[in-house]
Nanobody
């Protein structure tokens, strides 16, 4: 059983930056692809991006390409989401998630961290 804990959320002005962290425990971190999702008030949860288990290959939804960067440190069991040039529409609760190598869905989720971008 993998436990995920996000941190780093907060209030930032438009154009600013935040770095979210996702600390994992209870499993072999490098066995899991990791992802970030977000859910804005009144909206469905949406995919933000993902990073593979070991090579560091990433994929992002179009709305964050060029602004957000996902990375991971397998030695520290931590995933990161660097968010630059933040916009008010990035306001949401951000969740990290882990997907086992043979799974087609994300199996484990964190509790989320609030990101609020003021205009």
């Amino acid at each position: 059983q993998v436990q995920l804990v996000e941190s780093g959320g907060g209030l930032v002005q438009a154009g600013g930056s935040l770095r979210l962290s996702c600390a994992a425990s209870g499993g072999t971190f490098s066995n899991y692809a990791m992802g970030w999702f977000r859910q804005a008030p009144g909206k469905e949860r949406e995919f933000v991006g993902t990073i593979d288990r070991r090579l560091g290959n990433t994929y992002y939804t179009n709305s964050v390409k060029g602004r957000f960067t996902i990375s991971r440190d397998n030695a520290k069991n931590t995933e990161f989401l660097q968010m630059n040039s933040l916009k008010p529409e990035d306001t949401a609760v951000y969740y990290c998630a882990a997907r086992a190598s043979m799974s087609t869905t994300y199996d484990y989720w964190g509790q989320g961290t609030q990101v609020t971008v003021s205009s």
